[in-house]
């Protein structure tokens, strides 16, 4: 398959790279051209900047830009691409953001977080696909399955759905590896300490329900703990974690109280 990458981030880098063993990225399209350049040479594909350079040749052309930048891209390479498939890799952008304006339309959401530092096992990695045709909807199927073994059908709704739970499982879950951090390194004990109960945590939710493996003071309610911790956080200035300690807390509580 002949792919054109819209966008040259983190998704569209791990994606292309992903993808060129066993199918050919003809182009890298960027606002800026020095970025297209980067990915494209590693690639063998060329690198453009304006949408009146793109290839109408491809089979597939796969917009990886901000969700905020989609239908703003969508809207100006559509005209120079009327026939070809034209997808996203958004978790939280509906299908119809591109089916607006463009008849072929369709999803590939791969359910991960990317980073430049970090490889992806995109064998393991869940793959979302949805489009507004079904003879393109099995060509997206087949792309997915040249990537991964776990590939699903989900549409907008559930995709939508599933992404605000990644935002809860991924990143609010590093935010708060990050305020752990700031709160040891505030008096110089050493955050690897907590390396084994981070893994222990995510192992157990993994392989339970999360809700069974709830521990600590909130879930128990200790109300003396509770209130240490909310002066050690006040004694330090830190009135921000405060407010998220009390926010968890009581969550945690209610949920322990009233479904428990």
Not at 88 to 109: C, K, P
Not at 153 to 173: P, W
Not at 251 to 257: A, L, W
Request: with cysteine.
């Amino acid at each position: 398959m002949k792919i054109t990458m819209i966008g040259s981030g983190r998704v569209a880098t791990h994606l292309a790279l992903a993808l060129q063993h066993q199918h050919q990225i003809v182009q890298v399209f960027s606002r800026q051209l020095a970025h297209a350049e980067k990915l494209a040479q590693q690639l063998d594909a060329q690198a453009i900047s304006s949408p009146a350079q793109l290839d109408p040749q491809v089979d597939l052309v796969i917009v990886t830009v901000s969700d905020q930048a989609i239908s703003e891209v969508v809207q100006a390479i559509t005209g120079y691409l009327p026939q070809n498939l034209i997808i996203h890799t958004s978790g939280s952008t509906n299908l119809t953001v591109i089916e607006d304006m463009h008849a072929r339309a369709g999803v590939f959401y791969p359910l991960q977080t990317f980073s430049f530092e970090r490889g992806v096992d995109w064998l393991e990695t869940p793959l979302f696909v949805e489009a507004a045709q079904q003879q393109d909807l099995e060509t997206l199927i087949q792309l997915a399955n040249s990537l991964s073994n776990r590939v699903y059908q989900y549409n907008s709704k559930q995709r939508q759905t599933l992404h605000l739970a990644a935002v809860f499982a991924c990143n609010f879950s590093n935010y708060c590896y990050d305020m752990a951090q700031q709160i040891v390194e505030a008096e110089q004990v050493d955050f690897s300490l907590l390396y084994p109960l981070i893994l222990e945590t995510a192992d157990k939710a993994t392989k339970n329900n999360p809700k069974t493996m709830q521990t600590g003071p909130a879930m128990r309610g200790d109300q003396n703990i509770l209130k240490m911790h909310g002066q050690l956080l006040a004694g330090a200035d830190r009135k921000d974690l405060q407010n998220i300690y009390v926010l968890l807390s009581e969550g945690i509580f209610k949920r322990h109280q009233i479904n428990g």
